[in-house]
């Protein structure tokens, strides 16, 4: 019993005891003179980080395991090769730190609060920066953890050689109550040496840190050189932009213009707007929900950008329930003139089809120097800066000048500087082009394959615009095979070797664009006074080699019930040049006619197609020659006997995917031709 009750008072006494020196020591720490530290704490820390640190007017600490440290007037230099004199320089500061974490030289600040802060902030393309907290500051394990900031006003500098920034960010918190976004800012400077500007509120709490759950609020209004930005919504780590997730609304005149600015490469495009979701995770950005104009296209889908691997990679899949063709100008490297493309052959209407015709036929001069194929380099360096991987939609072409197309698709990828396009499908004219495009900006210049083939085409939509084709009918398939080398596309076609083939079966044709080609007087003057009529198509094809951008034909035929056409001739791709000559030859007698070979040339920006002149001036001088004797004879001249002869339109058919080795009759086929 007495055992029990000494062992009772001496608990009681020893917990008093305890409890008097904690008192004690809570009394001596709370009254304990700080401000008599300052000075060997200012030393210390000076020595340390190699640079000026000062707390100028009152210390306050309350010791613990997170200690947090209260300062009036804390002045922390830069380093010497930094611009702004200070890193922080504030009127007070209170901040928490973790003790354990700093015995092994780790700075972590849970919390700090901030009065009237001036910050210096500057990182160098070598990696030295003034916030690590080192002698050596290219050391990042130096670099202080931040949880949470709390500021009232002041003024942030932020300057980055390697991005080509020179911001200044002013703060201000609202006195009153401004909800959740208390704190108001403004941003002017430089981004990516492109003149800079932001504005914007957020929550009062700014996070910083990795390891925060709770993302604050945030509103920016941002202009980046001729691109604009606004965002509504919450981040979760101000330092590394992670957790972000907001709405955001995006304009500017060039999609283009965005690697430049965030490095994410896109095609060039005219002026666009769009708006969507935008969401960060670590090191992946997702915009999803995005809506918008390209032009007078629309836009929609979803796109991800992963930054987490060596060579950052686009995915998404994108749509357009509308695309004007012209939009496409500035992606392929059209210039904008070229968006309309003139036709060789175009008729005002049907009461004037000869006429207009004729007129169509005579050779341009006003545009023969103008280029179509588009001349803009290829930037290889931004092929190399990011794969991708992206699916095309288009439901819906409009206003395409030289093409009827309707609809497309295509899968874009890019892995360490190979484009490839591949499937590429398109809808022509009632039938499809598919294949594939590949592009190597590996070597210098890049090189390029593509296969294409053309299937079901059909003729009266081809060429839309020309009145003698609308009631022709007939389907059309093809291949194009080629490989070059260039930084354009005028510079790998002009470089292209491989074969080119055009290939069409039974069908039907305008007997009066016949009569035309091959000059049939009184063939024309028929039809001119009772109307235009189709003729059985029995076959065409058109097949060339591709030798260092220059086609040489190897078969060139057209075969109707009334007229057989055979043509030969070269296609310079290089300098856009024609040079074909097509020999017309009737199946049925005629007068008045003066048959000679049809001349194709000009360049591709204004082609041309006239009659050969000595041939026709030779039929033309025996019709007035036997004019003199005797009028009736004169009409002799211009009888064409008619005594054209079917082209075996299967070997045609098959010669035209034939090596051109295995086609050098084709010129002993003409002349026979010419000869019947």
Same mark, same amino acid.
């Given at each position: 019993?007495?055992?029990?009750?000494?062992?009772? +008072?001496?608990?009681?006494?020893?917990?008093?005891?305890?409890?008097?020196?904690?008192?004690?020591?809570?009394?001596?720490?709370?009254?304990?003179?700080?401000?008599? *530290?300052?000075?060997?704490?200012?030393?210390?820390?000076?020595?340390?980080?190699?640079?000026?640190?000062?707390?100028?007017?009152?210390?306050?600490?309350?010791?613990?395991?997170?200690?947090?440290?209260?300062?009036?007037?804390?002045?922390?230099?830069?380093?010497?090769?930094?611009?702004?004199?200070?890193?922080?320089?504030?009127?007070?500061?209170?901040?928490?730190?973790?003790?354990?974490?700093?015995?092994? #030289?780790?700075?972590?600040?849970?919390?700090?609060?901030?009065?009237?802060?001036?910050?210096?902030?500057?990182?160098?393309?070598?990696?030295?920066?003034?916030?690590?907290?080192?002698?050596?500051?290219?050391?990042?394990?130096?670099?202080?953890?931040?949880?949470?900031?709390?500021?009232?006003?002041?003024?942030?500098?932020?300057?980055?050689?390697?991005?080509?920034?020179?911001?200044?960010?002013?703060?201000?918190?609202?006195?009153?109550?401004? &909800?959740?976004?208390?704190?108001?800012?403004?941003?002017?400077?430089?981004?990516? !040496?492109?003149?800079?500007?932001?504005?914007?509120? +957020?929550?009062?709490?700014?996070?910083?840190?990795?390891?925060?759950?709770?993302?604050?609020?945030?509103?920016?209004?941002?202009?980046?050189?001729?691109?604009?930005?606004?965002?509504?919504?919450?981040?979760?780590?101000?330092?590394?932009?992670?957790?972000?997730?907001?709405?955001?609304?995006?304009?500017?005149?060039?999609?283009?213009?965005?690697?430049?600015?965030? #490095?994410?490469?896109?095609?060039?495009?005219?002026?666009?707007?769009?708006?969507?979701?935008?969401?960060?995770?670590?090191?992946?950005?997702?915009?999803?929900?995005?809506?918008?104009?390209?032009?007078?296209?629309?836009?929609?889908?979803?796109?991800?950008?992963?930054?987490?691997?060596?060579?950052?990679?686009?995915?998404?899949?994108?749509?357009?329930?509308? *695309?004007?063709?012209?939009?496409?100008?500035?992606?392929?490297?059209?210039?904008?003139?070229? @968006?309309?493309?003139?036709?060789?052959?175009?008729?005002?209407?049907? @009461? &004037?089809?000869?006429?207009?015709?004729?007129?169509?036929?005579?050779?341009?001069?006003?545009?023969?120097?103008?280029?179509?194929?588009?001349?803009?380099?290829?930037?290889?360096?931004?092929?190399?800066?990011?794969?991708?991987?992206?699916?095309?939609?288009?439901?819906?072409?409009?206003?395409?000048?030289?093409?009827?197309?309707?609809?497309?698709?295509?899968?874009?990828?890019?892995?360490?500087?190979?484009?490839?396009?591949?499937?590429?499908?398109? #809808?022509?004219?009632?039938?499809?082009?598919?294949?594939?495009?590949?592009?190597?900006?590996?070597?210098?210049?890049?090189?390029?394959?593509?296969?294409?083939?053309?299937? #079901?085409?059909?003729?009266?939509?081809?060429?839309?615009?020309?009145?003698?084709?609308?009631?022709?009918?007939?389907?059309?398939?093809?291949?194009?095979?080629?490989?070059?080398?260039?930084?354009?596309?005028?510079?790998?076609?002009?470089?292209?070797? &491989?074969?080119?083939?055009?290939?069409?079966?039974?069908?039907?044709?305008?007997?009066?664009?016949?009569?035309?080609?091959?000059?049939?007087?009184?063939?024309?003057?028929?039809?001119?006074?009772?109307?235009?009529?189709?003729?059985?198509? *029995?076959?065409?094809?058109?097949?060339?080699?591709? !030798?260092?951008?220059?086609? +040489?034909?190897?078969?060139?035929?057209?075969?109707?019930?009334?007229?057989?056409?055979?043509?030969?001739? +070269?296609?310079?791709?290089?300098?856009?040049?024609?040079?074909?000559?097509?020999?017309?030859?009737?199946?049925?007698?005629?007068?008045? @006619?003066?048959?000679?070979?049809?001349?194709?040339?000009?360049?591709?920006?204004?082609?041309?197609?006239?009659?050969?002149?000595?041939?026709?001036?030779?039929?033309?001088?025996?019709?007035?020659?036997?004019?003199?004797?005797?009028?009736?004879?004169?009409?002799?001249?211009?009888?064409?006997?008619?005594?054209?002869?079917?082209?075996?339109?299967?070997?045609?058919?098959?010669?035209?995917?034939?090596?051109?080795?295995?086609?050098?009759?084709?010129?002993?086929?003409?002349?026979?031709?010419?000869?019947?």
């Amino acid at each position: 019993m007495k055992n029990s009750l000494f062992q009772s +008072t001496f608990l009681r006494k020893l917990f008093a005891g305890l409890a008097l020196l904690g008192v004690l020591y809570a009394l001596v720490f709370y009254f304990f003179p700080w401000d008599a *530290l300052r000075r060997p704490i200012n030393r210390y820390v000076s020595a340390q980080l190699g640079r000026r640190f000062e707390i100028t007017r009152h210390l306050v600490v309350h010791l613990g395991a997170t200690t947090t440290v209260q300062a009036d007037g804390v002045e922390l230099a830069n380093p010497e090769w930094a611009s702004e004199p200070f890193l922080l320089k504030a009127t007070a500061a209170e901040f928490d730190i973790k003790v354990l974490p700093l015995l092994f #030289g780790k700075v972590e600040l849970p919390r700090i609060a901030l009065t009237e802060p001036e910050i210096g902030l500057q990182i160098e393309p070598d990696g030295r920066r003034t916030w690590a907290l080192s002698r050596n500051t290219s050391d990042q394990s130096a670099v202080p953890d931040i949880g949470s900031m709390v500021v009232d006003q002041g003024i942030v500098k932020y300057l980055a050689a390697a991005q080509g920034a020179d911001m200044t960010v002013q703060f201000s918190l609202a006195r009153e109550s401004a &909800g959740e976004l208390p704190l108001s800012y403004k941003v002017n400077g430089k981004w990516r !040496n492109d003149p800079f500007t932001a504005s914007g509120r +957020t929550g009062g709490v700014l996070q910083l840190g990795k390891n925060t759950a709770a993302a604050f609020p945030v509103e920016v209004n941002a202009v980046a050189g001729k691109t604009s930005m606004k965002a509504k919504g919450s981040v979760a780590n101000l330092a590394d932009f992670a957790g972000i997730d907001v709405t955001f609304d995006l304009e500017g005149r060039n999609l283009e213009e965005l690697y430049k600015l965030v #490095g994410v490469v896109l095609p060039s495009t005219p002026p666009y707007k769009l708006r969507g979701k935008l969401a960060k995770h670590g090191k992946v950005w997702d915009a999803s929900q995005i809506q918008g104009v390209l032009g007078n296209s629309d836009l929609s889908g979803a796109l991800s950008f992963d930054q987490s691997t060596a060579v950052p990679l686009l995915t998404g899949n994108i749509q357009s329930k509308r *695309l004007d063709f012209v939009d496409l100008g500035p992606m392929i490297g059209l210039p904008p003139s070229s @968006s309309s493309v003139p036709k060789t052959v175009r008729a005002s209407s049907s @009461s &004037g089809k000869a006429s207009s015709l004729k007129r169509d036929l005579a050779p341009r001069s006003a545009a023969a120097s103008r280029k179509v194929l588009p001349v803009a380099v290829l930037d290889v360096a931004r092929l190399r800066a990011m794969n991708a991987d992206v699916t095309y939609l288009a439901a819906d072409i409009r206003h395409v000048q030289v093409l009827p197309l309707d609809k497309g698709s295509v899968h874009v990828k890019l892995t360490s500087g190979l484009l490839q396009l591949e499937p590429v499908s398109l #809808g022509v004219a009632g039938g499809s082009v598919a294949g594939s495009i590949h592009v190597d900006s590996n070597v210098v210049p890049a090189a390029f394959t593509t296969r294409l083939d053309v299937r #079901g085409v059909q003729l009266n939509q081809l060429f839309p615009g020309v009145e003698t084709t609308k009631t022709s009918f007939g389907k059309m398939s093809g291949q194009f095979d080629l490989k070059g080398r260039g930084n354009s596309v005028a510079q790998m076609l002009g470089s292209a070797s &491989g074969e080119v083939a055009v290939l069409m079966g039974r069908g039907e044709i305008s007997n009066l664009l016949l009569e035309l080609i091959g000059l049939d007087g009184a063939e024309i003057i028929k039809f001119w006074l009772r109307g235009d009529r189709n003729v059985p198509l *029995l076959c065409a094809a058109a097949a060339f080699d591709v !030798n260092k951008g220059l086609m +040489t034909s190897k078969t060139i035929v057209l075969d109707t019930t009334v007229t057989v056409i055979n043509g030969r001739g +070269t296609v310079n791709l290089a300098d856009e040049t024609l040079d074909i000559v097509l020999y017309p030859a009737p199946k049925d007698q005629s007068i008045l @006619s003066l048959r000679s070979p049809l001349l194709i040339g000009g360049t591709f920006g204004s082609p041309s197609a006239g009659f050969d002149k000595a041939a026709l001036a030779g039929r033309v001088g025996i019709a007035l020659a036997l004019g003199a004797i005797n009028p009736l004879l004169a009409l002799a001249a211009t009888v064409d006997t008619g005594q054209g002869k079917d082209a075996d339109c299967k070997a045609v058919l098959a010669q035209a995917a034939k090596p051109r080795t295995e086609l050098s009759n084709v010129g002993a086929k003409m002349r026979a031709v010419k000869k019947n």
